[in-house]
């Protein structure tokens, strides 16, 4: 299920400009997956990473930036 969760979020950052702006504004990866759950997104840190293949502090730039988001 995590895949489908994973996948619904970069689907909904795309549609909708505010969670792209939270998501965004996610200091690191913890939190990045903290604020998700938050919203209803069901997945963990280890889930997000597994499904990506990346963790979002490697990148030096904002999720926007980030291919898929």
């Known amino acids: 299920m995590s895949i489908a969760e994973v ?4 689907r909904d950052a795309h549609q909708v400009t505010e969670l792209k702006k939270q998501m965004n504004n996610a200091p690191n990866l ?6 998700a759950q938050d919203m ?4 963990t840190m ?4 597994e499904t990506t293949g990346f963790q979002v502090e ?7 930036e ?3 988001i």
Not at 7 to 10: A, E, K, T
Not at 40 to 43: L, T
Request: hydrophobic share 35%; charged share 30%.
């Open 7 to 10: 996948n619904r979020l970069f």
């Open 58 to 64: 490697e990148y030096e730039c904002e999720l926007s």
């Open 30 to 35: 913890e939190s990045f997956v903290k604020i």
């Open 40 to 43: 209803g997104y069901d997945f």
């Open 46 to 49: 280890e889930e997000w990473v």
């Open 66 to 68: 980030i291919p898929g």
